[in-house]
């Protein structure tokens, strides 16, 4: 049998779906990752936004057009959220949520031997399991890529009033700091992306984050941090950070707004000071460091010179990379009580955010030109090798490369830079 597990949103449900896909490859299916023909899917849905909620409804159709007698399970954060919608979509034997998704092989186990019983639609049940006491311990996820996400983390307790996902996944809990060290000093791919929902929190009986760094430092693959909150850029994790052997020195540290009157309504507890502070000391340690980050336009309280005070701090610091989206309000937060801003507002104010983030980004690229950096390959695209060097910057190589190796920085090209294969 050919089972597919197709995944919308976070790297965490991308790390988690290679688990499940492992597991079903032991179980003797043959798996993929894409939308083709198979007797079996498992969807794992995103709800971080009112779009991505849309686009994980439309997946179910997505499926039925590839085989109409697909049989889904569907899990993920949209599915926790509103596991009746995806209930009662033809197809659906099964639905789940976003935590101890490690059960759901079972749950493939006990029903798969039935698939023909239900092929005519109706869910045969709703499966929520509601214990986020302790962090769920998946299989090793099975690597499609030279890059492997591994995940140590799961949940959040920083309940931002935009964000609907602590609600969704949980409290935080924390894998065990030699589990997480085992598969990172076992992992075969060129780099691996340590990811969670909060690996800031990440808190194993005391030992932190800078604690697993130091269990990892002789690791031979490259090694690169998650998304952060800027609470966890200590001296103590930035010194860990310094002694690994090979450290991508790229921190993607979350800011969502310059302004201080809104980052106090987000419930975000640092101010616009306090993250150049942190950013500063990133840069002593690392001079090169690309520092990328989350923004939101059109928060319900922005004003205009809120909006502004976010553009002069994004100048201020140089992001290399900037992911903005506009806000989407999330049934159930608390900034959901608040009136939002007109369309047009969120629309003209994300525009401006995403040119300036193209400027940033050109600029920060433009510095490396001519420099040696190190490609890790992904993917072959019309003709180049493409992939991210250890500062996050997408490279082109002009030649066929299948593993890590060293580039010079030619000239811009595409989304990055263009490069050649250097001694």
Do not use: W
């Amino acid at each position: 049998m050919r089972a597919v597990v197709f995944t919308l949103g976070c790297k965490v449900n991308d790390c988690e779906s290679a688990s499940l896909l492992r597991g079903l490859q032991e179980r003797g299916f043959e798996v993929s990752d894409e939308l083709v023909p198979a007797d079996l899917y498992i969807l794992n849905t995103c709800a971080v936004t009112g779009e991505a909620e849309k686009k994980s409804r439309q997946a179910i159709a997505r499926i039925r057009a590839v085989n109409p007698e697909a049989h889904i399970v569907v899990c993920g954060c949209a599915a926790e959220k509103t596991p009746e919608v995806f209930a009662k979509r033809r197809n659906v034997y099964l639905v789940t949520g976003a935590r101890q998704k490690s059960k759901i092989l079972t749950l493939v186990d006990e029903t798969v031997a039935n698939l023909q019983a239900n092929s005519e639609g109706g869910c045969a049940g709703i499966r929520l399991d509601e214990d986020d006491r302790a962090y769920d311990e998946m299989l090793p996820p099975k690597s499609l890529k030279t890059r492997a996400f591994i995940k140590i983390q799961d949940g959040c307790n920083h309940f931002c009033s935009y964000c609907i996902i602590p609600y969704l996944r949980g409290r935080s809990r924390s894998r065990a700091l030699e589990s997480a060290a085992a598969e990172i000093l076992q992992c075969r791919a060129e780099e691996a992306v340590i990811t969670g929902i909060d690996i800031s929190s990440y808190n194993d009986g005391g030992r932190d984050l800078s604690c697993l760094l130091s269990a990892i430092k002789d690791a031979d693959c490259r090694i690169r941090l998650g998304s952060l909150e800027v609470g966890a850029i200590t001296p103590a994790l930035l010194d860990a950070a310094a002694q690994v052997r090979d450290f991508a020195p790229h921190f993607h540290l979350s800011l969502q707004s310059g302004s201080d009157a809104v980052l106090k309504k987000m419930n975000r507890h640092y101010t616009g000071e306090e993250y150049c502070r942190r950013v500063e000391a990133i840069r002593e340690r690392f001079p090169d460091a690309a520092i990328t980050t989350d923004i939101i336009s059109g928060f319900p309280t922005e004003t205009e010179e809120d909006f502004e005070q976010t553009c002069a701090l994004v100048k201020r610091v140089g992001f290399s990379q900037i992911h903005c989206f506009s806000y989407s309000r999330r049934t159930g937060t608390v900034a959901a009580k608040f009136p939002e801003l007109p369309a047009q507002v969120k629309r003209q104010r994300l525009h401006a955010l995403l040119s300036l983030a193209a400027q940033m980004r050109r600029e920060y690229e433009e510095k490396f030109i001519g420099k040696v950096l190190h490609i890790v390959p992904e993917e072959q695209k019309d003709g180049y090798t493409v992939g991210y060097s250890e500062n996050y910057i997408r490279l082109y190589v002009k030649e066929e490369i299948g593993v890590k190796t060293r580039v010079r920085a030619l000239s811009p090209f595409a989304d990055g830079l263009l490069a050649c294969r250097t001694d």
